[in-house]
């Protein structure tokens, strides 16, 4: 079984910046494409970013554009999401997730992703 757990949320102002990570194990992570997604209370879960499994493709959703940034360290069996000029609009609870198979090319919705973790707040407030 694939294990995920995510870390590094918090509260933050608005325009600052978080990093999350999501740590890895139960499976070979280098050959994992791996993606972030964020869910409000009353609000459908939402992608964020994917990175393939060899870290040379990244997508990311029209609205985190040009303000979050995927990468990931096979090293470290670790995938993060650096988050900067955060808005309120960005506060969620974030989770990292994996899909079943390897090698996939990323996908976009949830029902393209097999395995998740816990999730990590992120508050954005004045």
């Known amino acids: 079984q694939v294990q995920l757990v995510e870390s590094g949320g918090g509260l933050v102002q608005p325009g600052g910046s978080l990093r999350l990570s999501c740590a890895v194990s139960?499976?070979?992570?280098?050959?994992?494409?791996m993606g972030w997604f964020r869910q409000d209370p009353g609000k459908e879960r939402e992608f964020v970013a994917a990175i393939s499994w060899s870290g040379g493709g990244t997508y990311y959703a029209d609205s985190v554009k040009g303000r979050f940034s995927i990468s990931r360290d096979n090293a470290k069996n670790t995938v993060y999401l650096q988050m900067n000029s955060l808005k309120s609009e960005d506060t969620a609870v974030y989770y990292c997730?994996?899909?079943?198979?390897?090698?996939?090319?990323?996908?976009?919705?949830?029902?393209?992703?097999?395995?998740w973790g816990q999730g990590t707040q992120v508050t954005v407030s004045s």
């Open positions: 139960g499976r070979t992570f280098s050959s994992l494409t």
């Open positions: 997730a994996a899909p079943l198979l390897s090698k996939v090319v990323p996908a976009s919705t949830p029902s393209g992703y097999r395995y």
